[in-house]
């Protein structure tokens, strides 16, 4: 019964970092934002090495960083800008929140797991965001990235919440998120093939 208890808990806490690093493929500091607070509250215990991350300067700080965050998406072009960088800084969140929400597994495991699933998850949404944020300012002169940008935060913020207080029903929203993905990839190859022909 104890391996069986300790393997579901190492599960949870796997769907829990894929959960917020899928977040902060849309937004960087809300996933961590969200994780400081939980840790802070004692809500979520966090990998010994992380526990600063649940103090209270790490809540601040990271409060700051992610109003900053929302903010700037609002500014036109500025949005494009940080699409640029919000990629591997996705990444690095993202293999962030994965190591930090660990237990007690060897560290090979944990880092593998992190970089693969916390990593990888975070660019594939982020690069698939900026994406749609680069058709957005084509087709529409940036009129339309705000509502973009809006849907984009609220999307970080429930996937959090949901990551947090159901990590498993979180990693299932993810699968979808990576369907939509891959057809919306489709779709887009599509379009483009299309279009060599005619020319």
């Given at each position: 019964m104890d391996w069986i208890t300790s393997n579901f808990e190492i599960f949870v806490s796997i769907c829990?970092?894929?959960?917020?690093?899928?977040?902060?493929?849309?937004?960087?500091?809300?996933?961590?934002?969200?994780?400081?607070?939980?840790?802070?509250?004692g809500f979520v215990p966090l990998n010994e090495d992380w526990a600063w991350a649940?103090?209270?300067?790490?809540?601040?700080?990271?409060?700051?960083a992610a109003f900053v965050e929302l903010v700037a998406y609002y500014i036109p072009y500025v949005d494009n800008m940080?699409?640029?960088?919000?990629?591997?800084?996705?990444?690095?969140?993202?293999?962030?929140?994965?190591?930090?929400?660990?237990?007690?597994?060897d560290p090979v495991y944990t880092w593998t797991l992190?970089?693969?699933?916390?990593?990888?998850?975070?660019?594939?949404?982020?690069?698939t965001?900026?994406?749609?944020?680069?058709?957005?300012?084509?087709t529409t002169g940036g009129i339309g990235n705000p509502i973009i940008s809006t849907a984009e935060a609220g999307f970080s913020g429930i996937l959090s919440i949901l990551?947090?207080?159901?990590?498993?029903?979180?990693?299932?929203?993810?699968?979808?998120?990576?369907i939509a993905i891959r057809k919306l990839y489709k779709k887009i190859f599509k379009k483009k093939s299309l279009a060599r022909k005619q020319i």
């Open positions: 829990l970092g894929i959960g917020l690093s899928a977040s902060a493929g849309f937004r960087v500091f809300i996933p961590l934002l969200f994780l400081s607070i939980a840790a802070y509250t649940g103090s209270l300067t790490a809540v601040i700080v990271l409060g700051v940080l699409d640029t960088i919000t990629v591997p800084l996705a990444a690095i969140a993202g293999t962030a929140v994965m190591v930090s929400v660990m237990g007690d597994l992190a970089i693969i699933a916390g990593g990888g998850t975070a660019a594939s949404v982020a690069s965001t900026g994406a749609a944020r680069l058709t957005s300012t084509a990551a947090l207080i159901a990590p498993i029903f979180a990693a299932v929203i993810v699968v979808f998120i990576f």
